[in-house]
């Protein structure tokens, strides 16, 4: 029996080890489950004694790994290569916006509420304050917000 222990503990450890290669839960569940298998047959075909040791051997075992991933795997080659890395420079406006405010243009497309206008040659994603208006539509930009504006019907 305590190579069935054994057996069932190594493989527990292995398919944790391999979740953290493998897309899903379903390795680190299995895993899981046999190691919690191997305590149970510790606890009940070799006694207390054995059942504490193959508990504290897999706790141990579980917290290594956990920690191993946290603090080791992501400055290993292979974990940089499986971990994003790339940093977004880009900024919370669309370049050339800013100056658009308090320009007036006209709608190309229906604004239900959102759509394209054309502001000075230029195509901008646009949205109203919650008005429907028509393609056509002569259109005030009050404000930039992120890669679009917000308009008003010009009156």
Not at 85 to 99: K, W
Request: glycine share 12%; net charge positive; hydrophobic share 50%.
């Amino acid at each position: 029996m305590t190579s069935t222990v054994i057996a069932l503990a190594i493989a527990g450890v292995a398919l944790l080890f391999l979740e953290m290669f493998l897309p899903g839960i379903i390795a680190g569940v299995i895993g899981a489950i046999l190691l919690i298998a191997a305590v149970f047959n510790a606890y009940y075909d070799l006694g207390a004694a054995a059942g504490n040791i193959t508990l504290l051997a897999a706790s141990a075992a579980t917290a290594g790994l956990w920690w191993f991933w946290a603090t080791k795997f992501q400055h290993t080659r292979f974990g940089r290569r499986m971990t994003l890395t790339a940093a977004d420079t880009g900024t919370a406006q669309a370049a050339g916006l800013a100056e658009l405010a308090g320009q007036t243009g006209t709608a190309i497309t229906p604004l239900r509420p959102s759509g394209t206008i054309l502001v000075g040659g230029k195509r901008v994603d646009a949205i109203t304050g919650g008005d429907f208006l028509e393609r056509g539509t002569s259109v005030r930009i009050v404000r930039v917000e992120g890669t679009g504006v917000i308009v008003h019907r010009c009156d």
